[in-house]
T-cell receptor, first 116, second 113 residues
């Protein structure tokens, strides 16, 4: 069975500092990887995704994540955070080639709190 | 382009009651997925509908059921509500295909007393 582990439940960081949110997955087959962000009282928004090709993927608001197959990781990074980045971040996977719908399996989330 | 919408926003029920949650998919999408997000947890997959047929189900009991209509909107029905059903219920729409991004609605907050 596949699973997703987000090692940090909360990450406090000062504004303009770099941040890394960690995500590891376990799966015996290939996976597609996603990061979603959830602002208070809102649904989930896709931040970025890895499907194939370059292992480094970027979002439009400065986040990036690198797929590391050997370490089964997909950590999310941003070189300089802003107050508006305060939110809950979820890592998720879909099994490649699996039947039964393209279900997302989510981690438990990491609360990023950016402080002045 | 209209995004994914859900109704109602909030709902309070008592144990044993039944509830119906509704979702309108994004224009052009034919697949709807439902997720349950308990407080402090990540969303968990309930089931997915494609062209009005169930197309995958997570580890939820049969009292969780759904429908998809010809216009691709969807309902989630939960019978015999239990306290543990209290959660945020998220609907996501997408086009068919594993790699197609799922776009989430704002969710329905269900409280079971």
């Amino acid at each position: 069975a596949q699973s997703v582990t987000q090692l940090d439940s909360q990450v406090p960081v000062f504004e303009e500092a770099p941040v890394e949110l960690r995500c590891n997955y376990s799966s015996s087959v290939s996976v597609y990887l996603f990061w979603y962000v959830q602002y208070p009282n809102q649904g989930l928004q896709l931040l970025l995704k890895y499907l194939s090709g370059s292992t480094l993927v970027e979002s439009i608001n400065g986040f990036e994540a690198e797929f590391n197959k050997s370490q089964t990781s997909f950590h999310l990074r941003k070189p300089s955070v802003h107050i508006s980045d305060t939110a809950e971040y979820f890592c998720a996977v879909i099994l490649a080639g699996a039947g039964g719908g393209n279900k997302l399996t989510f981690g438990t989330g990491t609360q990023l709190k950016v402080e002045l | 382009e209209t995004g994914v919408t859900q109704s109602p926003t909030h709902l309070i029920k008592t144990r044993g009651q039944q509830v119906t949650l509704r979702c309108s998919s994004q224009s052009g999408h034919n697949t709807v997925s439902w997720y349950q997000q308990a407080l402090g947890q990540g969303p968990q997959f309930i089931f997915q509908y494609y062209r009005e047929e169930e197309n995958g189900r997570g580890n939820f009991p049969p009292r969780f059921s759904g429908l998809q209509f010809p216009n691709y909107s969807s309902e989630l029905n939960v019978n015999a509500l239990e306290l543990d059903d209290s959660a945020l219920y998220l609907c996501a729409s997408s086009s068919v295909g594993t790699m197609d991004t799922q776009y989430f609605g704002p969710g329905t907050r269900l409280t079971v007393l």
